[in-house]
Structure formats: structure tokens, C-alpha cells
């Protein structure tokens, strides 16, 4: 009988290390206003990963304020649609240059397997950064037809500063479909990840900047969702 066992492409690293880590505001990382932080745990094990800082509502204000001020004042949603497109391009080239990384903290924080991590969510998240970049210079108006001696015509533009608030499931996936059409549209973003997966969006944060995003542009808040996750 013919051997039908499906092999995975690629076998699990654990070769990565992993930062504490900090909130992203303004194009600046640091630790929340408070000082606190809180292990992120290996669901499998049961191992702390590393120590994650706790935004506070300090913290929040101050996020909130640098999206507004990168979407009144900042480049952003005045750049040309081109632009914003090769830069989310960008982003799904260093998602496929950083994929095993990517993985691997999926994998550590939530407890995926690893040829799902690898093999599925990482290349998906790097066409999905493709698809809403190709949207960047499609994204028009139009002109219905209109009363005789009158012009009528509709225009699209960004809504302004975004919450992007995100599960603890599949927090790769689930965190693009939101991040990257908001970016491909022009808006800014504040995003909050699970308080108890936010790894992978650590490290997207990271790739944004290096991808060109301006500061302020994307905003990275961890901590807890709840009023009574106070972390005691």
C-alpha cells in the first residue's frame, strides 16, 4: 500500500528569542505609564514566554492622541495611493522574509500547530497585506447620472483613527483582516491584541515600522480587555 502520509514543509524552530514586551506609540516603544507587566503563557507547557506590558488608560489616551494627530496632520491618508500600496507591499515581503518567527510565537502563544502556523496563516497573512495593497489605487468614486445642467459625483475617503480590538484565535489572521484594509484606506490605527496572544502582534508592529509606516500611523496597546482583569 502506497504511503499517504502528508508531510509538512517545514519543521518547527525554536531557535527565536523572545523580547519583553513593550507598547508602540508614536513611532516609539516603551513601557506602560505604570511600569507593569504580565507573563504571557505557553498554553501547551504552561511556561511563561516573556513579560508583557500592561497598558494603562494613560497609555490608551496617548495612543489615541498620535493616531489623531498622524491622520489631521501626517502624511498617511494624503499620500498618494501608490505610495501606500508599495509600503503595503513591503509588509508582505517581511511577513514572508520573517515567516518562521511569525510562526513560531503563534505557535508559543496560542498553541497552533506548526504546519497550520507556517505552512497556512503566515503566507495567507502576506497575500491578504497583497490584496488590500493592490485596493490602494482602486479605491474611487463615482459620478451617477444626474438632473440636466447639474454634476453629481461621489468620493471615498478614510474615516480617521481606527480601534482595532482582536481575538485571542488565530490573532495573526484575525488581526490582518483588520489592519490591513484600515492601512490600504488611508486611516490610523490603535490596535489592542488579546491580552493573552499578542506576540505575533508585537512583532507585526515591529515589521510595520520597518516597512515605512510613519509614526503614529499604527499604534500597539497590550495589556487586559476587561475593566476586572486588573491583574492580580
Known sequence: ????????????????????????????????????????????????????????EADTDDAIQAARVAFDGGPWPRLQPSERARILFKIAELVERNAD?????????????????????????????????????????????????RMAFTIREPLGVVAAITPFNVPLVLSTWKLAPALACGNTVVHKPASITPLTAIRMAEIFEEAGVPKGVFNLLTGPGAWWDNGS
Open 1 to 56: 500500500m502506497a504511503d499517504t502520509t502528508v508531510q509538512a514543509k517545514t519543521t518547527p524552530r525554536s531557535d527565536f528569542s523572545i523580547n519583553t514586551g513593550r507598547l508602540f506609540i508614536n513611532g516609539k516603544w516603551r513601557e506602560s505609564q505604570d511600569g507593569k507587566a504580565r507573563p504571557t503563557i505557553n498554553p501547551c507547557t504552561e511556561a511563561e514566554i516573556t513579560q508583557i506590558a500592561q497598558a494603562t
Open 101 to 149: 518567527e511569525l510562526a513560531y510565537r503563534e505557535v508559543a502563544d496560542m498553541g497552533m500547530l506548526w504546519r497550520d502556523a507556517r505552512d497556512f496563516c503566515v503566507p495567507f497573512v502576506a497575500e491578504v497585506f497583497r490584496y488590500y495593497g493592490g485596493w490602494c489605487t482602486k479605491i474611487g468614486g463615482a459620478m451617477p447620472i444626474a438632473e440636466p445642467g
